[in-house]
């Protein structure tokens, strides 16, 4: 079994971080081959190029490595915080170069088909606004990115998402529990 594990946070030592961690240690422990990728630290160039939509490939080696883990790829995690109803740019611009047509997906004449072998996803987000207020407000669009306008549409048939809040005032107890939980989430993943 392989996996891929994309974090998206630019502080180490970040709840982000211990998320992605325990992801990695629980695959592991599972007897997954992990892929793991701190976007930030790798400095991975979330700007894609004309030259890339046309030829569908990229000139770039570690976006060409990540292309080729995904292909590989059974799982995957993604773990970020919401920023503006969104991902951290780093991130949407690893999906834009990454996830793409003729790699992840082809277009036929009945929409779009996954053309990947993974089985399932976990998605991890922080914020800071509370559940309540978010959906009241925005609804929960990094609901609909990942479960519908990705996952789904690259033929992803399970897709396991969490949403630890509010970061900004919780408390030592709150966030082990948190950790905890995207542990069994990650055993959940595994075990489907």
């Known amino acids: 079994m392989n996996a891929l594990v994309i ?19 629980t695959l592991e422990e599972a007897g997954a081959r992990i892929h793991y990728h701190d976007l930030y630290a790798e400095a991975f160039d979330p700007v894609m190029t004309a030259e890339e939509i046309e030829a569908r490939v990229s000139t770039d080696p ?15 995690a993604v773990v970020h915080p919401n920023w503006w109803g969104q991902p951290p740019a780093i991130l949407k611009g690893w999906v834009d170069r990454v996830v793409r047509q ?3 997906y082809r277009f036929t004449p009945n929409g779009p088909e996954g053309l990947l072998h ?35 549409f690259i033929g992803v048939p399970r897709v396991v998402r969490r949403l630890y809040e509010p970061v900004i005032v919780s408390t030592e107890p ?3 529990a948190w950790i ?10 595994v075990a489907d």
């Not at 089985?119 to 990094?142: H, K, M, S």
């Open 62 to 76: 570690l976006v060409e490595r990540h292309c080729l883990e995904l292909r590989e790829a059974d799982l995957m």
């Open 102 to 104: 003729g790699l992840a």
């Open 7 to 25: 974090l998206a946070h630019p502080k180490p030592g970040s709840l982000n971080h211990a998320l992605a961690d325990v992801v990695r240690r």
């Open 118 to 152: 993974l089985r399932g996803a976990l998605v991890l987000n922080t914020a800071n606004t509370p559940l309540e207020t978010e959906i009241r407000l925005f609804g929960d669009p990094l609901a609909n990115l990942w479960e519908a306008c990705t996952f789904r």
């Open 174 to 176: 709150q966030r082990k």
């Open 180 to 189: 905890e939980d995207a542990r069994q989430a990650t055993r959940e993943l």
